[in-house]
């Protein structure tokens, strides 16, 4: 059993990174292919180092260009890697770039593909990350989903449910593990953890490379006084802050401090210190809510719906007025502090890792890891909606009915995964039925 696992960015090897550690444990081979798209030092051999991971085995050391030449460059890399190593099943994480590019590369090698934090829409197409997960998905042959509510975004794209898995997110995994470590070995001598601040972090394509959004929330910003905002800042950011002219601005605001992208565990130091984080950052909704951090996300929608839902989390976009009124909000009103602070953290247990790996063992040991094209099928019969008043749970009805596959369950006006163990009795359901040429 041999696994692959693709990583191109800060955030794919942070969440990558309890994966390895457990196929490390289990003694299982792998190997790691760094596509090269991250590579200053505070955005990649840092997080070698804070997570003590190997170095990779290959980095194709694509750098930074345009999106076509850039997955044209790791596709071509992957391809090449993957035709002399044959693992039995490539791993991405995420929505990068090298997610998009690894995913493809597998999927028309016949290899099997697992997508770690699959299943996540933001439903906005103008995200490159949306590309990039949509056809991740497409090309999975197991989908590791974080929440019933990514799991049920599969089910409506007409995936399989036998191959998607509710397992949470290894963020979790990743923040219970290095937490410890961040509090006994990470420290700033130049930022005092006691004071109050609000920790900032913006990178996203569409806020910053936008000149308007980019000046909406640096005023913002500006104008959020007495409170002191620490904003390790990404590198495209200072890149766009320095050409629309809004660095200088920033850098002299007595209340801002401006510093480089920190490694993980002082990014979780500042992140679990912090009275409030202010992202466009898709982790750093799922860690807020782990570290039990009020968040405010300055994006219009997200794939991460579950941190809104729980209270957790606010979506203020690029508003100025939106921006400074909410953070003051959260800040003085006492009772609104506590319910984001409170909100459940729907990520899981810290034992996603785990979970994924007993999955791909199980799969392996199946044979279900080698993909082979369909022999009896004729085509797509039709769905139809059903109904049965008898107690029997999902599992039981396939069983029961081998043609049919039942793809989502209706409960009090809401569509439900259809969990093997779901007792089905008056419930309406969805099947499928593929017409079969085989006789029997
Ligand atoms: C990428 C991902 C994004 C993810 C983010 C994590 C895509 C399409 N985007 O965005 O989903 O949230 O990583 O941080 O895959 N740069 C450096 N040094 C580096 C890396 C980048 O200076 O080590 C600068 C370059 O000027 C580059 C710019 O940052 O042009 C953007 O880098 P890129 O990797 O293209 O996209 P990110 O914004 O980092
Ligand atoms: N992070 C970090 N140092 C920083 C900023 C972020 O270690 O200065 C970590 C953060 O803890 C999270 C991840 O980087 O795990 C998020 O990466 P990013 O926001 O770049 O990408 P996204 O999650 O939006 O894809």
Do not use: W
């Not at 989908?143 to 049920?152: Q, R």
């Not at 920033?250 to 979780?268: C, M, N, T, W």
């Not at 679990?272 to 992202?279: A, H, P, R, Y």
């Not at 989390?313 to 690029?318: E, F, H, R, S």
């Amino acid at each position: 059993m041999k696994i692959a696992f693709i990583i191109g960015t800060r955030p794919e090897i942070i969440k990558m990174s309890p994966l390895i550690d457990e196929v490390d444990k289990r003694d299982i081979d792998y190997i790691l292919i760094h596509t090269g798209q991250h590579y200053d030092q505070e955005m990649s051999d840092q997080f070698f180092l804070d997570l003590e991971l190997p170095q990779p085995d290959y980095n194709i050391g694509v750098g930074s260009t345009t999106h076509g030449k850039q997955t044209a460059v790791m596709l071509e890399g992957i391809e090449k890697i993957l035709q002399s190593e044959r693992p039995d099943i490539v791993l991405v994480e995420g929505d990068t770039n090298a997610v998009m590019a690894g995913a493809l590369a597998a999927a028309k090698m016949h290899i099997s593909l697992g997508h770690v934090e699959s299943g996540l829409r933001s439903y906005d197409k103008t995200m490159p990350e949306e590309i990039n997960r949509i056809v991740a998905d497409v090309c999975s042959s197991l989908f590791f989903v974080p929440t019933e509510e990514s799991a049920v975004n599969l089910i409506f794209e007409g995936l399989n449910s036998h191959d998607i898995f509710i397992t949470g997110n290894t963020v979790v995994d990743a923040v219970i593990r290095n937490l410890k470590i961040a509090k006994k070995r990470s420290s700033f001598s130049d930022i005092d953890l006691d004071e109050k601040f609000i920790t900032l972090t913006l990178h996203r394509a569409e806020n910053v490379d936008d000149e308007q959004r980019l000046v909406n929330i640096t005023n913002a910003l500006l104008e959020i006084k007495g409170v002191n905002i620490i904003f390790p800042v990404h590198p495209r950011t200072v890149k766009n802050l320095q050409k629309f002219g809004l660095y200088d601005n920033l850098d002299k605001a007595e209340h801002i401090k401006l510093i480089k992208p920190v490694g993980y565990l002082d990014f979780l130091l500042l992140l679990s210190n912090t009275q409030l984080v202010i992202t466009d950052s898709g982790g750093i909704q799922e860690e807020a809510i782990t570290l039990k951090i009020p968040c405010v996300t300055l994006r219009y929608n997200t794939e991460r719906p579950e941190t809104v839902h729980a209270g957790g989390n606010i979506l203020v976009g690029t508003n100025k007025n939106l921006i400074i009124d909410t953070v003051n909000r959260i800040i003085s009103d006492e009772e609104l502090y506590l319910k984001m602070s409170q909100a459940i953290n729907p990520y899981g247990d810290g034992k996603t890792s785990e979970k994924i790996l007993d999955i791909i063992l199980n799969a392996y040991k199946q044979d279900d890891l080698t993909i082979k094209s369909p022999d009896n099928i004729e085509g797509l019969e039709g769905r139809y909606l059903q109904r049965i008043e008898d107690d029997l749970d999902v599992r039981g009805y396939e069983r029961e009915n081998p043609h049919l596959r039942i793809i989502m369950v209706f409960e009090d006006n809401r569509t439900i995964f259809p969990h093997e163990h779901l007792n089905l009795k008056n419930k309406m359901f969805v099947v499928e039925k593929f017409n079969s040429n085989s006789i029997d």
